[in-house]
């Protein structure tokens, strides 16, 4: 049996630089991780210090391709892992070629610090925390007489984390293969988490009547930590440290690297790389067209536009497994970042019978990831799928973010929508998201929340009904500058207005509309949708106007958009924020068509 992987290659992706410099966000918990310096904190070398150990490189000098795989210690990285060691190798085999001629080598992220976590809620450890959060660019090192340094979640924490390095290392050592450990904690805590704390704690009450109902704001960790983290920090270190040609994840999409491969190379003299990528773009570049055709609006998405200053670049799509795909959370990656990366589980499923109703018809043909596992005898093979916050976990949602934001929750009134009645108390507006339940003690109706508002920002209303009209909206706005195009052309190939376009649909460049998919949430069922370019609201570039043929449950700003092309949604165009959702059918007083309501997906 045959897996097809994607690849090419470009200089290293660069990463933002770390804005903030308190080192207690830097201490590590020593059982989570080596290399920390005496006092705990994580020294600017401690990664070379980590590299030192092992003096032999784990790359050869005379290697023809080096591949770092990130392996979490869960079973899909693990079967990517050994994908790649197992199949290149039989393909080489085949091809005569010297099974040196591939390195490969594992890297474990652990990017969270149980140190920067307590239970307890007094003043003075709040206080203590939100100094420490808006300590930017400070090299002081606060005292940690406040913070306990053994709490109950530090410690569950440690022991999880030094599990699934172990799950990591054990794989690694089935596999024969080195594994790395490294922690991006720093550059986690200044690009994903403190903007999340921060989104969380943004909205401001000024001016504002008891009347007012407002919209939450609940960002997604999972995009900056796939944009910043996954694709920036860790693939730079790959690659500079590491001298990594290829970088490849467990994630379940596909890249369409469509670069120029030169066949005058006679067969004997190229790599098995060389075949993959020649054969996969081809294979690729068919199925893309498949799913454009009839649909002649789409079409620029084939425009090959390039110059020598800006070649082609890889473009996203679905995994075969819709059950399971990860283009969602992966829109938010610059096309750059994709350029020599490897997603060797994008044409498999999780699971063996399951993803075929929304998977291609061939599935049934392949094994499972899980199956793969087994027959390989890979000790994670039977390990559970991790859920939670990226690289901190399953945890009380409300509970921890409360520990961070600015400001201590503050308690307030459950007032129904309909009636304007009080019908409970609750704790504090974090620890609730649009369209969720609101779990109201003593209650004889389920209620879910639908807005907060008052002149304090301190009441959540709530309705009755999960299909209520106040739930629903058909329109959000995106502004666009933050919005991610990915692989659609140069930046500097096309400009309007001064703005370089390259890298924007044609259609929306000219002004005209495109009919594409959009996605909410994850693994939401793709929503048939019209995008348009509105340049007279936003900032100077306007914002993405997206408006849905289906109402729309729970529309929260802060969460992804991701807009899709093709009959099947195969093409992922790119990601980003939501900005604000159009006004609910409540608000514009219609009537909400039930049977045309838009399934709200796994997350609701």
């Known amino acids: 049996m045959s897996y097809l992987f994607t690849a090419t290659s470009s200089a290293p992706s660069s990463i933002k630089p770390n804005l903030s410099k308190n080192t207690f966000f830097r201490r590590r918990c020593l059982v989570c991780l080596q290399g920390t310096s005496s006092n705990g904190a994580f020294s600017a070398s401690s990664r070379q210090e980590v590299h030192a150990k092992h003096p ?83 090299n002081q090192l606060h005292h940690l007489s406040n913070k306990p340094k053994n709490s109950p979640s530090s410690s569950t924490f440690c022991q999880a984390s030094e599990q699934e390095y172990n799950d990591a290392q054990s794989v690694a050592e089935h596999l024969g293969i080195h594994l790395h450990r490294v922690s991006f ?16 704690s943004s909205d401001s009450c000024d001016n504002r009547s008891e009347q007012y109902i407002g919209e939450f704001t609940t960002p997604n960790p999972d995009f900056g930590c796939n944009t910043h983290i996954k694709f920036g920090a860790m693939k730079e270190y790959a690659t500079s440290r590491l001298d990594a040609d290829y970088i490849a994840t467990g994630h379940y999409a596909r890249l369409w690297h469509r670069a120029d491969f030169d066949s005058s190379i006679p067969f004997d003299k190229r790599h098995c790389f060389d075949e993959w990528m020649m054969e996969t773009s081809l294979s690729l570049e068919r199925e893309v067209k498949k799913s454009l055709l009839g649909r002649p609006e789409e079409e620029w998405i084939l425009d090959n536009r390039r110059n020598e200053h800006s070649p082609l670049l890889p473009i996203l799509l679905a995994g075969v497994d819709r059950g399971k795909d990860q283009s969602y959370f992966l829109s938010g990656v610059k096309a750059e970042a994709f350029h020599n990366v490897l997603f060797p589980l994008g044409h498999l499923i999780k699971n063996e019978g399951k993803g075929s109703e929304n998977s291609s018809d061939d599935v049934h043909i392949q094994q499972s990831v899980r199956d793969i596992a087994r027959d390989a005898n890979i000790p994670t093979a039977s390990k559970r799928d991790s859920m939670g916050i990226c690289f901190i976990g399953k945890r009380n949602f409300g509970k921890f973010v409360s520990q961070y934001v600015a400001r201590p929750p503050v308690p307030g009134n459950f007032v129904d929508v309909d009636t304007g009645e009080i019908v409970g108390r609750h704790e504090g507006t974090v620890y609730y998201t649009l369209g969720q339940g609101a779990k109201i003690s003593g209650a004889s109706t389920r209620y879910f929340v639908c807005g907060k508002g008052g002149n304090d920002e301190t009441t959540v209303f709530v309705c009755n009904d999960t299909h209520h009209p106040a739930l629903y909206s058909d329109e959000l706005l995106v502004d666009f500058q933050s919005f991610n195009w990915i ?30 998919w959009a996605r909410i949430r994850h693994l939401q069922p793709l929503a048939s949708c019209r995008v348009f370019w509105d340049h007279t609201v936003g900032n100077c570039n306007g914002c993405l106007n997206v408006r849905f043929d289906s109402p729309m449950r729970a529309t929260t700003p802060g969460q992804i958009l991701a807009l899709y092309a093709g009959s099947d949604g195969l093409v992922c165009l790119g990601g980003g924020p939501i900005r604000e959702r159009g006004a609910s059918y409540m608000e514009r007083d219609f009537d909400l068509p039930l049977s045309k309501i838009h399934p709200s997906g796994h997350n609701d």
């Not at 206080?127 to 660019?137: C, L, P, Q, V």
Request: hydrophobic share 35%.
């Open 185 to 200: 904690a720093s550059e986690y805590w200044t690009q994903v988490f403190e903007p999340f704390v921060e989104s969380l």
């Open 487 to 516: 692989g659609l052309g140069g930046k500097d190939d096309i400009e309007l207005n001064g703005i370089s376009c390259g890298h924007i649909p044609r259609p929306l460049v000219d002004g005209k509309s495109i009919q594409l």
């Open 56 to 138: 032999t490189r784990f790359f050869q000098a005379n290697h023809a391709v080096n591949v770092v795989v990130a392996m979490s210690g869960g079973v899909d990285s693990s079967v990517a892992a050994y994908l790649l060691k197992n199949q290149m190798r039989q393909k080489k085999h085949s091809s005569n070629e010297n099974s040196s001629d591939l390195n490969l080598v594992g890297l474990h992220m652990s990017n969270w610090s149980a140190l920067d976590e307590d239970s307890d809620s007094n003043d003075n450890a709040r206080s203590f925390r939100t100094e420490n959060f808006r300590a930017k660019g400070s």
